[in-house]
T-cell receptor, first 116, second 110 residues
C-alpha cells in the first residue's frame, strides 16, 4: 500500500510569491491534515479536511489556505510568502470512523519550502 | 503553541541500553501518539494509545499513559544505533488535530 505522497519535495520561492503544495493520502483515508515544522515553533497544526470540508483550523493567518478534492487529495496554498514561512510542511492522512473520529495519522516526507 | 513538553530534551545512550522519554500535556485527549523523525524528514508513526488505555506494547516499544497526571512515557528496550532520531508525542484533541510535544533527541552510540 502506497504511503502519503507530497509534492514537490523541495521548493525555493521569493518573498511575495505564492506557492501550492500537494498531498495524496493513503488509499481509503479521507482525512488529510497539514502541519508546519520550524526550528523555533516546532510542529504546528495548520488545518484538517474530511470529505472536502475543513473541520479544524490552527492559528495561522489567512494567507494559509487549503482544499480537498473528491478523491481526498489535498492542496495547501500560501500567498504573499514571507521569510518566516520557510519550513518543512507535512501532510498526514487518517482513517475516520462513522462518528468522524480518526485513528493513527500517517505522514508524508514533507515539502521543504525556502523563501528568499 | 505546543501543548506537550517532553523530557529529556536530549538523551545519549549506548547500544543495548533502554531509553525512556516522557511527555506531559495540558488538556483532555482522545488518544496520544508517538512518532519518530530522522533528520528533518517525515514523521514515522510508532504507536497510538487511547485515553482509556494505560499501557501498550509494540515490539521493543512500551508506552504508558496516565490521564490523571496528563503524562505518557515511551520506553525503547535494547536500543540500536538505528533508533537514533527525534521522538515526539502528539495528543489528538479532536478532528485529527494533533498537538505535538517539543521532542526528545535520542542518540544511540554503537
Amino acid at each position: 500500500k502506497a504511503g502519503v505522497t507530497q509534492t514537490p519535495r523541495y521548493l525555493i520561492k521569493t518573498r511575495g510569491q505564492q506557492v501550492t503544495l500537494s498531498c495524496s493520502p493513503i488509499s481509503g483515508h479521507r482525512s488529510v491534515s497539514w502541519y508546519q515544522q520550524t526550528p523555533g515553533q516546532g510542529l504546528q497544526f495548520l488545518f484538517e479536511y474530511f470529505s472536502e470540508t475543513q473541520r479544524n483550523k490552527g492559528n495561522f493567518p489567512g494567507r494559509f489556505s487549503g482544499r480537498q478534492f473528491s478523491n481526498s487529495r489535498s492542496e495547501m496554498n500560501v500567498s504573499t510568502l514571507e521569510l518566516g514561512d520557510s519550513a518543512l510542511y507535512l501532510c498526514a492522512s487518517s482513517l475516520v470512523d462513522q462518528f468522524g473520529v480518526g485513528t493513527e495519522a500517517f505522514f508524508g516526507q514533507g515539502t521543504r519550502l525556502t523563501v528568499v | 503553541s505546543q501543548q506537550g513538553e517532553e523530557d529529556p530534551q536530549a538523551l545519549s545512550i549506548q547500544e543495548g541500553e533502554n531509553a525512556t522519554m516522557n511527555c506531559s500535556y495540558k488538556t483532555s485527549i482522545n488518544n496520544l501518539q508517538w512518532y519518530r523523525q530522522n533528520s528533518g524528514r517525515g514523521l514515522v508513526h510508532l504507536i497510538l494509545i487511547r485515553s482509556n488505555e494505560r499501557e501498550k506494547h509494540s515490539g521493543r516499544l512500551r508506552v504508558t499513559l496516565d490521564t490523571s497526571k496528563k503524562s505518557s512515557s515511551l520506553l525503547i528496550t535494547a536500543s540500536r544505533a538505528a533508533d537514533t532520531a527525534s521522538y515526539f508525542c502528539a495528543t489528538d484533541t479532536g478532528f485529527q488535530k494533533l498537538v505535538f510535544g517539543t521532542g526528545t533527541r535520542l542518540l544511540v552510540s554503537p
